[in-house]
């Protein structure tokens, strides 16, 4: 997944250096005002996003094993069960997808002027085409610190999506404090959906 990750980065960055020295160069040569030089530039701004959902499902797709695939509820049942580092997913359907979420634990650091709370929730959630055989997957993490201390009380949040690279700290089935990388339920994720005769991708929109 991480090399995938970096392909991804690699193409879109690319791209995102294309416009300048195009549009140089055809101002150069073709000797174009500045407002066409703009338009091209918008254009390929535009462009971006088809780039975006191409990236998404070409280079961030997991293609099945063999072509046997199971039913959508066998499907779900597997992945219900999935466990890494002995921490069990909780999944529960809500609308129209699968939500795998974890037990985490806020981590709290106190010194003496400052108390300070980071926490950090992870989940994932999955969309089944049953007549494509394939399943979407998106991380969503939201972080929160807040702090107390001598110049007052500060609060902040932030929430990612798409392809997450995150870790938390989880409590397995012997209530121990692990540090879990959602790396490791990407892994079991493409394991337990591409042996199942289905695909995997990553849902950006």
Same mark, same amino acid.
């Given at each position: 997944m991480i090399g995938k990750f970096f392909t991804s980065f690699a193409i879109i960055f690319s791209y995102l250096l294309i416009p300048f020295p195009i549009a140089l160069v055809m101002k150069?040569?073709?000797?174009? +005002?500045?407002? =066409?030089?703009?338009?091209?530039? &918008?254009?390929?701004?535009? #462009?971006?996003? +088809?780039?975006?959902?191409?990236?998404?499902?070409?280079?961030?797709?997991f293609p099945a094993k063999h072509k046997q695939s199971i039913a959508k509820a066998d499907l779900i049942k597997q992945i219900a069960h999935?466990?890494?580092?002995?921490?069990?997913?909780?999944?529960?359907? *809500?609308?129209?997808?699968? /939500?795998?979420?974890?037990?985490? @634990?806020? =981590?709290?650091? %106190?010194?003496?002027?400052?108390? *300070?709370? &980071?926490?950090? =929730?992870?989940? @994932?959630?999955?969309w089944f085409d049953e007549d494509k055989h394939l399943v979407r997957f998106k991380d969503h993490l939201v972080s929160s610190a807040s702090a107390i #201390?001598?110049? #007052?009380?500060?609060?902040? @949040?932030?929430?990612?999506? #798409?392809? /997450?690279?995150?870790?938390?700290?989880?409590?397995?089935?012997? =209530?121990?404090? %692990?540090?879990f990388s959602n790396a490791e339920l990407h892994k079991a994720l493409i394991e337990v959906v591409t042996s199942n005769g289905w695909s995997l991708n990553l849902k950006i929109i």
């Open positions: 150069e040569i073709f000797l174009l +005002p500045e407002s =066409a030089i703009i338009w091209l530039v &918008i254009a390929f701004v535009i #462009g971006f996003f +088809p780039l975006m959902i191409f990236v998404s499902r070409k280079v961030f797709l999935l466990k890494v580092k002995d921490c069990l997913f909780t999944a529960e359907y *809500q609308d129209d997808c699968l /939500v795998l979420t974890s037990p985490y @634990m806020d =981590a709290q650091f %106190v010194s003496l002027f400052q108390a *300070q709370n &980071i926490s950090k =929730a992870y989940y @994932m959630k999955l #201390g001598a110049g #007052g009380i500060s609060f902040n @949040m932030s929430a990612q999506t #798409g392809y /997450v690279s995150s870790q938390v700290f989880l409590l397995d089935s012997s =209530a121990n404090l %692990v540090r």
